[in-house]
């Protein structure tokens, strides 16, 4: 009997060795999630037998279940990959159209038909919108993305980008090299196009510069943006609201319109009542030097004399101070 306990374990463990192979052999599957192999003790007892005393009879594996956790999220150059983040499943039609089925693989392509498909041929299902936003979600229909959608290509002007950017990032100090990860803590992707409408990638590095302190509430991020080798110019343009009005950080970093900041109060004087201004600081001022002294030669008589007459015309010259 113990032969066959210690039989269990090995099947146990065969089994457990299988589930890691499984996840490790899919680790470049689009949509996978891994596996987990989840085990349960063998007791075998009857009415005569104490419960203390019974013995255990191995171990046996009572379920393999899937960890739907969150996967990272990776960028490609098809304009088809899609990616869902948190919960949810892409809708999917069988290739006969008798079939509902939901997957996180979210590798499409277009068809003949010009249908959203994946390699299987399954149709991505999509639900219609109607004028006020809502979304039809009984009656899904296949994603059909027409030629009729096709047209002159258009060169990417803006990107924008939501960001929610970790608080516990460190700063780095180490002057910025897009090939040294060290110099930088995130990056993003987006895909960009030219006007002719051949695309590109373009990164951008996020670099953390400042954290915040009781004198400045504010996590300070530098970024750089790059296509290919080639690094793009900054152009910082105003932030403004969907009215175009001005909008402004203030030390909390908290995003204020410039109608919320309070303007400078103005003192308003009744009529009839004057204020006494002092203009006294308005004036020309010469700031004051020490006072000291300056020994010269002693006039000679008979300089003296010809400087009082003015008739012998020797020039003479007096210090200007005593």
Known sequence: ????????????????????????????????????????????????????????????????????????????????????TGDGFFPL?????????????????LNDSFAVVNSAGQALMAATVDSSGKADLENLRKLYIPRATAGEARQT??????????????????????????????TTAVTVFDSGGNDYLATVYYVKTQVASPDDPNNKWQTHVYIGDNKLRENLIQATDSKGKAQYVNKYGEIRSESSVPPVPVEKIARGVSRLYNLDNLRSTNPSVPAGTQSFP????????????????TAVSLPDRV
Do not use: C, H
């Open 1 to 84: 009997m113990s032969f066959y306990t210690s039989l269990t374990g090995l099947n146990a463990a065969t089994a457990q060795l299988a589930v890691t192979s499984n996840n490790i052999a899919n680790v470049g599957t689009t949509g996978f999630k891994r596996s987990r192999a989840d085990f349960g003790d063998i007791f075998a007892t009857s009415p005569l037998q104490k419960a203390s005393s019974v013995v255990g009879q191995g171990v046996a594996l009572k379920a393999v279940t899937q960890e739907f956790s969150q996967g990272n999220v990776q960028f490609s150059a098809s304009s088809l990959d899609i990616a869902i």
């Open 93 to 109: 039609k069988s290739a006969d159209g008798l079939q509902d089925i939901y997957t996180r693989n979210g590798t499409f392509t």
């Open 157 to 186: 002007e803006n990107v924008q980008l939501a960001l929610n950017l970790p608080a516990d990032s460190p700063v780095v100090t180490k002057a910025f090299d897009p090939a040294d990860p060290t110099t930088y803590n995130l």
């Open 298 to 313: 002693a006039l000679t008589d008979q300089l003296v004399a010809d400087w009082k007459s003015g008739i012998s015309g």
